[in-house]
């Protein structure tokens, strides 16, 4: 059975959409940049985000990480080369399946994500400044409903032939 939205419903949602995302570019990415700006010179753009995901999870398959980053697998790829070669992550095999790879954090990935933390945190605390309790759990099982229509409209794309 095919749905249809009304169109007035359908331009609330893109414009909720479009405001999240650029109040999230502000708030998070925008004072993301500036205050790891001059820490981590020798880091492209997205490395630093890759470096945390890495440090959270502590190892992982860079099919995961493309998930989390929404980057191709040529792009993650070249990354995660250009991460091995500044010594920062390195790759093994999966002692569970020989055919996955994994990549965790050297030493100095460690040290990268040990500051990249503190940062987070830093910002985090600012802006609990402004929120309370109850609009941090809201936003929490926002993003958890978010993140789970999502993943049901694209695995239904996913399996739809082409």
């Known amino acids: ?36 700006a001059g ?3 020798e ?7 890759v470096i945390k995901i890495i440090g959270i999870e ?5 099919s995961t990480l493309g998930k989390y980053t929404g ?6 790829t070249r990354m995660v080369d250009d991460l091995e070669k500044k010594g920062i992550v390195f790759r093994k095999t999966d002692p569970g399946d020989r055919r996955k790879v994994l990549v965790s954090l050297t030493e100095k990935g460690l040290e990268y994500y040990n500051c990249l933390s503190q ?5 985090a605390d600012e802006i ?9 759990e809201d936003f929490h099982r926002s993003l958890e409903t978010m993140v789970r229509i999502l993943r ?4 239904r794309r996913s399996a739809r032939p082409r």
């Open 1 to 36: 059975m095919i749905k249809k939205m009304d169109e007035a419903t359908l331009s609330k949602i893109i414009l909720l959409s479009m405001e999240r995302d650029a109040l999230d570019n502000l708030i998070f990415e925008q004072t993301f940049q500036k205050k790891i």
């Open 39 to 41: 820490k981590f010179r």
């Open 43 to 49: 880091l492209s753009k997205n490395q630093p985000l």
């Open 58 to 62: 502590g190892e992982i398959m860079p």
């Open 71 to 76: 980057l191709e697998k040529s792009s993650l």
């Open 119 to 123: 940062i987070t945190t830093e910002m």
């Open 128 to 136: 609990l400044e402004f929120v309370d309790d109850k609009d941090v």
């Open 152 to 155: 049901k409209v694209d695995a």
